[in-house]
Structures are given as structure tokens and as C-alpha cells.
């Protein structure tokens, strides 16, 4: 078969990915502390990698779209994850908590 | 089984395995560690995607700086560490997600690359299935050609390309510039206030003592000028 490359066809990749990006979806949606649903996001950004980075094997090894594309997904990631912990720290200064649901002052 | 397909497994158990005990587990350092396995795994799957590249620079920034950043924050955020794992809407988010989950599976999954839609007749009408597979409306097939030796060169030519993705790349570079200084600014925002806060509780607390020394007499906190008449007394 043409799609199978390493012995390993292309949806397992997909359903791996699937997989992952609904538990960070639970994740995000279901915690209670702010830290734990920014792991859940991180976990769906590394599922999109993963489907781009499959894609990119399958489909179009010689071009760069892909490798671009998760590269800045990348970047975006490790960006995110910075503001994010920096602002979880700083509500955690005032508040004594990281608990999304007390998040709800404008100005504290 | 080749030793690829028993090799993705393993990492597949592992990696699904781990995100599960991540989501789901009451206390948040383990998670976190958990969350390294994750990424571990991930870079595991870049291997099998023929993508060096990409596995190292997985362990490189998602490791070794997003997860260190993520246990930092747990660490400074003690006594958060033991949580309650759920809150009031964690059954409808596993439905959600589940639910989620199916739709991608029949849109993009197995069923869809092996099943011929045409012949159900709700989801004939939901999905156009043709030889010829198609995403939304694009065509699509396999390329079956290996990843050229030369991946990583061309990657860094196109990424300064002016015809390819210069531009894209200045601007991530300048978003990281900005969120670097933003992460600094508001890590470091509150802190003249907490130091007042600080000031005041302490000033209370002296208060209170004098207070205390005293006796009983004036039950209610001093104002400021007594806590100042109370320390001149001590000396």
C-alpha cells in the first residue's frame, strides 16, 4: 500500500491526534485550577503539531509548508505558556488562588 | 508487526495513557510530570515521521522550557498543588470532548479513508466520499516519496525566503520580543502594592500588640499616630 510508510498508515497518526486534542479539550474545559487548563492547551497544540508534522510526511515531504507551520505553532506555544504562567502568578499574588472562577474583578 | 508499528504503539499507549492521568489527576506536580512523558512521546512520533528535526526541538523547547516554566508555576503557587481535579462542568466537557472526538473520527478517520460513504444514506449526504479524497474541497493524495536529505537546509532557506516565509518569521520573531517583555511586566506588576499590603498588615499587627501591652482598653486597631506614640513609649 502506498500510504503506509514505516509499516504505519496515516490515520494512526490522525487518531493519536484526535485523541489528544479531545482530553486537552476536556482538560481546559473541565479543571479547576488555571495552571492545569494550560496544560490542556498544551496538549492540544501538540496534537495539531502532530497532525501537521503527519500531513506533512504523507503528503508532502518536499515542501516546507508543514515543517513552517508547526514551527511557528511552536513558537506560539512557548509564548503562550509564558504570558499565560505570568498572568496565573499574578492573579495568584493578589488573590492567593488560582482558581479561574474567583478571576471574575476587572481590577484587583 | 514491524518493529515501527509495535514502537508506535507503545508510544501511542503512552502518550494517550499519560494526557489521560494529566487531565484528570488531583494533584498538579504529577501532572506536570506527566505532561513531560507527553512531550516525550510526541517527539517519539516526530522520529517515525523520518523528522530529527523536529524530535529535538520538541525536546529542546516543550521540555526543557515549557515544562520547567509549567512546574515553576506550580511551585510557586504552593498549597494549590492537592485540588479539587473537576469542576461543575467536567460531565458535559467529557461529553463534549467524546463527542468531539467521534465527529473528527468520521469526517477524517479510518472510516472515512476506507468506507465508501456513498452507500450509508445519511452520511452519503454528509461526506462525499470519491476515489479521489478530498479535504472539504481540496484534493489530496499521498505523496509516497521520502523526506529529501537536504529537509532541514531547505527548511532554513524558506523560512528567509522573501518569496516563502520572511515574513511570517519576523513577525514571531517580534511577537516572542513582545511576549518576553510582557511576561516580565506583568510577572512583576503587583509587586510595589503587595509591598504597601505588606507594610499595612504589618503596621496593623504592631498595633495590635501595643495594644495588647496595654490592656484590654481600646478593643478597635489604632490609628496611625498612636502606633507611632506606642513605639516612642518602648524606647
Known sequence: MQNVINGIPLWWYLFV????????????????????????????????NLNLLAFWRYLAPGSQAGLAFAAFI??????????????????????????PEKLDQLKF | MT?????????????????????????????????ILVFFGMAGF????????????????????ISILIIFAVMLTRGMQAMIPRNAQATGAAVAAAALFVAIFLAF?????????????VLSALFRTETARTLG???????????????????????????????????????????????????RQRKPAELIAERREIAEEEAEEAAALRGAASPEPLPQGAMAATTTQDH
Open chain 2, 3 to 35: 518493529i515501527q508499528q509495535v514502537v508506535f504503539a507503545v508510544l501511542a499507549v503512552a502518550v494517550i495513557g499519560a494526557a489521560l492521568f494529566v487531565v484528570t489527576t488531583g494533584n498538579l506536580f504529577r501532572g506536570a510530570l506527566m505532561l
Open chain 1, 74 to 99: 511552536f513558537v506560539v506555544a512557548a509564548a503562550e505558556t509564558a504570558v499565560g504562567l505570568a498572568l496565573i502568578i499574578s492573579a495568584y499574588r493578589s488573590l492567593r488562588s488560582v482558581d
Open chain 1, 17 to 48: 491526534a484526535a485523541a489528544l486534542f479531545c482530553i486537552g479539550l476536556y482538560g481546559v474545559l473541565a479543571r479547576k485550577n488555571a495552571i492545569a487548563m494550560l496544560m490542556g492547551v498544551e496538549l492540544m497544540l501538540n496534537s495539531v
Open chain 2, 46 to 65: 516526530y522520529v517515525l515521521l523520518d523528522n530529527g528535526l523536529f524530535a529535538v526541538a520538541q525536546v529542546m523547547i516543550y521540555i526543557g522550557a
Open chain 2, 137 to 187: 474541497d481540496v484534493p489530496w493524495q499521498y505523496a509516497n516519496q521520502p523526506v529529501p536529505e537536504t529537509y532541514i537546509a531547505d527548511f532554513g532557506r524558506a523560512l528567509v525566503n522573501i518569496n516563502q516565509y520572511l515574513l511570517p518569521f519576523l513577525l514571531i520573531a517580534f511577537l516572542v520580543d513582545a511576549v518576553l517583555a510582557g511576561a516580565v511586566h506583568l510577572a
Open chain 2, 109 to 121: 478517520g479510518p472510516l472515512r479513508l476506507t468506507v465508501d460513504f456513498s452507500a450509508v444514506p
